[in-house]
């Protein structure tokens, strides 16, 4: 069951960042870590007919992109750019974004508080504690855990961080800076949407360096959120979000993303939990790398897609490797 919300005309000028702000991203990021590798794999190649190069976000300190965005976000706030500075921070996740906070937060000296989700992946949950996360599970999914998150930021006068802030896509864009930079000729991108960062900053880095490449978003079927919002150019919510993958398990879309999505993606491809696993198991036979399952939306994707790509030369956004081991272990012994 979905529902639309009425047409909407979100503000996204504070998303429309300059190359000289990306430029100081960058610079930010550089500070903790070099740039992730991109790399050409001749078995990927055999198997979709397509020159795939793979952007290695999984080769991250948190294993998983949103931590560009977190190190981007945690120094705006240092430098009292949201206010004063505050007490301590505190964000909803399943995980990759909960892990972004509490690496940067913790680095600039904040104190971290994440709220996940009831029967939240116990791996990501021992990650953020082990970096230093005051740990609350509460609300049976991602949104009910940020309406939580939001309640305890006013009783406590923390610093809710949204999971679609400027600083957050700008943050996470330096890794289509890289990309571009290292293989401008590519021409189509799939990567997965869950909250938007990631193809947000795909697209406006893509307009600013006046690139023809084709963004394709990747979504789970059982999460069709973002397809729905595409199609129809509004905000469209769905009562559920029912993926194993669940960097992309959204049912309440942000309307910013949303706006900048219809305007500049290609087109949105959804793909089947069986496909994600294939996914999974492709990049462990073919790569030798450790996907989890947003992190192998995109392969799905190029995978249906296949016979369109054939002689193209195509990027895949390898968002992230926090899956819980498992289910990794059930994926790859199919």
Sequence with gaps: MTAAAPSLSPNIEPFLFSLEALADATGIVRQSFAATPQIAWPLLKERTGAEVWVKHENHLPTSAFKVRGGLVLADALKKGRYGKVPRGIITATVGNHGLSQTYAGRKAGFAVTIVVPENNNPEKN???KALGAE???AGHDYSAAYDIAARIARERDLFVIEPFLPELMRGVATYALEFFTAVPD????YVPIGMGSGICGLIRTRDLLKLKTRIVGVV????PAHALSFKAGQVVTTNSAGTFADGVAVRVPKPEPVAIIHKGADRIVTVGDEEI???IRFYHEDTHNTAEGAGAVPLA????ERERMKGKKVGVILT???IYRPLLARILAQ
């Design 301 to 304: 994707g190029l995978m249906q």
């Design 186 to 189: 590519l021409d189509t991108v």
């Design 320 to 322: 992230g490797a926090n």
């Design 126 to 128: 021992k990650a953020l």
């Design 277 to 279: 696993a294939d996914a």
């Design 135 to 137: 740990l609350i599970e």
């Design 220 to 223: 789970a079927e059982n999460a």
